[in-house]
């Protein structure tokens, strides 16, 4: 148990459904990430969060939406996916701030099929 | 950006073998981190270095940060079957929230 909790574990879903990812931190941190991970690719940074402003996008098409609405909490909308979309998603937080507090901790992930 | 390679993706080896596996970088890093991901599961954190030349050992694990601050290399001493996983190096540049990962090593032990 790392103190971050990803939910739902699994999701299959089609190009024209709505669907959201949840995740919770219960490690008190500041920064909140959400990344890709697809087979034999390094992960891939999504979306940053500190103290709930969104902090970095990294060119990730519109169809990923992501929302923090407090520390604890962090979103990710996703619409009229592709079948490309399909990986395992990761929520990562940390407390931000000074190098040795910037120590992510990851979630377990969702493993999302797009069929 | 700041690109990580890391060697071999791959290593089959028997159970009580050592092993070793490294990451290097064209640019340089303040910080490298390494995490064991086992299947179904997000990514671990095993090690942190902050300090270039720094050694740091985690029970059977030992890292070091390279003095170039370029690469850092993790060994596995005496291998057992839990050890199986994949292990990513990661990087961080500065104090903002930037990381880099490499693509990982699959470690495969055989009883």
């Known amino acids: 148990e790392t103190g971050v909790t990803q939910t739902p574990r699994h999701l299959v879903m089609g190009m024209t459904n709505k669907k959201s990812l949840k995740c919770e931190q219960h490690?008190?941190?500041?920064?909140m990430y959400w990344y890709k991970q697809s087979a034999k690719k390094p992960l891939e940074l999504m979306f940053v969060?500190?103290?709930?402003?969104?902090?970095e996008n990294n060119s990730v098409p519109s169809r990923f939406s992501p929302e923090c609405p407090n520390s604890s909490h962090l979103f990710l909308h996703l619409h009229t996916l592709q079948p490309e979309d399909s990986a395992l998603y990761l929520c990562a937080s940390s407390q931000g701030g000074g190098l040795a507090k910037n120590i992510q901790y990851f979630g377990a992930g969702t493993r999302l099929s797009v069929l | 950006g700041q690109q990580l390679n890391q060697s071999p993706q791959s290593m089959f080896i028997q159970e009580g073998e050592d092993v070793s596996m490294n990451c290097t970088s064209s640019?340089?890093?303040?910080?490298w981190l390494w995490y064991k991901q086992e299947p179904g599961e997000g990514p671990v954190l095993l090690i942190a270095l902050y300090k270039a030349g720094e050694l740091t050992s985690n029970g059977r694990l030992t890292a070091q940060f390279g003095i170039t601050r370029k690469d850092s290399f993790l060994n596995i001493s005496a291998s057992i079957p839990s050890d199986v996983g994949i292990y990513f190096c990661a990087g961080q540049l500065g104090a903002n929230n930037d990381m880099r990962f490499g693509a990982g090593t699959r470690l495969t032990v055989k009883p």
């Open positions: 640019s340089i890093f303040n910080t």
């Open positions: 490690l008190g941190h500041n920064a």
């Open positions: 969060y500190n103290f709930k402003e969104q902090t």
